[in-house]
């Protein structure tokens, strides 16, 4: 269908005003326009429909049945308006949310001085982190749960769906405090810890699974007692009692006159990466995260 002439939203909002008010000089001063421009903007509708919006009755505006009608209409479709403006204000306020999975692990020493740096240089970007351990930040990447991740890759444990670029190195170590026995080795076995007890993190991460991976190699039923994500717990226990942990060797770096971290003798290294869903639309806090991460170098140490 064809329309040689087209109302405006200008238009029904003043007619629409107008209705409200029953009063054209009182429209004019809700919306701060002159008399006359309501004046103009009701002619033309009135033109438009080849019908009176109004008549006058006794010095006041009086709405005709075309009136009523139109009156029903515009506000259905003004309500309908704003709905899509406050849609798509959303929806750019969307595009500037970056919610970024982390393992807490990671976070404790990766995070601070890169977020620092990041949101200096975007102030108006909104971040979101979520703490997850690497297997469930995988999952919420591929279910779009979250726009990226900082997580760690141990030879080819990435899944094919996700791109990511690298971000720096680490390793596990055994961590105990400095009174602890073992405290003297140089560098440590699985065998050496085997009635050791230990803290794990959760079975989400990969830590966990991995070292439970090495004490089934060597036949060993690990000494698990306490499982927790909370680094300043594990600081705290492991000082406080004769209890292990494995840690990224930048964990709790500024530690060391209570802690001892002993690297192993059969090492775990990673590769920290920031990930993300190859075939997701990126929004483009998330585009431009990526990029910023790209073209700076981050000290983990």
Avoid at 193 to 217: A, G, R, V
Wanted: include cysteine.
């Amino acid at each position: 269908m064809e329309y040689t002439k087209l109302m405006t939203i200008q238009q029904l909002q003043y007619f629409v005003t107008v209705v409200k008010h029953n009063n054209i000089t009182k429209a004019a001063k809700a919306l701060f326009v002159s008399q006359p421009a309501i004046s103009l903007a009701i002619k033309e509708l009135e033109k438009e429909f080849n019908t009176n919006l109004f008549v006058r009755y006794n010095n006041q505006l009086v709405l005709t049945d075309e009136g009523h009608h139109l009156y029903k209409l515009a506000t259905g479709l003004l309500n309908e308006y704003d709905n899509v403006i406050d849609n798509m204000n959303g929806y750019i306020k969307k595009s500037s949310i970056l919610k970024i999975g982390v393992p807490p692990m990671l976070g404790s020493f990766l995070l601070p001085s890169l977020i620092q740096k990041y949101t200096a240089a975007k102030p108006n970007v909104e971040i979101q982190l979520i703490e997850l351990g690497s297997a469930a930040n995988q999952r919420a990447l591929l279910d779009r749960e979250i726009t990226c991740s900082f997580t760690v890759k141990y030879n080819d444990n990435i899944d094919s769906n996700l791109d990511y670029i690298k971000v720096a190195n680490t390793a596990l170590f055994f961590a105990i405090n400095k009174n602890n026995p073992l405290a003297k080795h140089s560098e440590i076995s699985i065998k050496d810890i085997k009635n050791t007890p230990l803290i794990l993190m959760k079975e989400d991460s990969l830590q966990s699974h991995l070292i439970q991976e090495e004490f089934k190699k060597n036949k060993i039923e690990p000494n698990i007692k306490i499982r927790t994500n909370q680094l300043y717990t594990i600081k705290e226990l492991i000082i406080g009692n004769n209890l292990g942990a494995f840690l990224f060797t930048q964990v709790f770096q500024y530690d060391s006159d209570e802690l001892v971290l002993i690297p192993l003798k059969d090492p775990l290294e990673f590769d920290i990466i920031l990930a993300w869903e190859k075939h997701s639309q990126l929004n483009d806090a998330t585009k431009d995260f990526i990029n910023f991460v790209k073209n700076n170098k981050f000290t983990t140490n």
